[in-house]
């Protein structure tokens, strides 16, 4: 699936939205250094700004981590998986 897309709306703290490649796993504190090399998606989104990121869904199977990389945020449940059979 190609186009997908995840919207994020006038939030009053800012976001770094992060699609991880599959079978790596996010434990907080979160150290973006550590999976740099497994981003996919990297969208930071500034306090009060909305956006719209639009991105190709990845093709290989498995889960697929979707996380908040802004410290703290992992932690307030800003996480989910894409999975991808």
């Known amino acids: ?3 997908s897309a995840f ?4 939030s009053s ?7 991880l490649d599959a079978g790596v796993t996010i434990t907080p504190p ?5 999976v740099k090399d497994s981003l996919l998606v990297d969208q930071d ?4 700004a ?3 990121v639009v991105f190709t869904a990845p093709t290989k199977p ?3 981590e979707v996380v908040c990389g802004v410290a703290g945020h992992i ?3 800003m996480a989910a998986k894409l999975i991808v059979q």
């Open 45 to 48: 989104v500034d306090a009060g």
């Open 50 to 52: 909305s956006a719209t």
């Open 75 to 77: 932690e307030a449940g």
């Open 62 to 64: 498995g889960e697929h």
């Open 13 to 19: 703290v800012k976001h770094e939205w992060l699609l």
């Open 30 to 34: 979160f150290d973006e250094e550590a």
């Open 7 to 10: 919207a994020l709306f006038d």
């Open 1 to 3: 699936m190609q186009g």
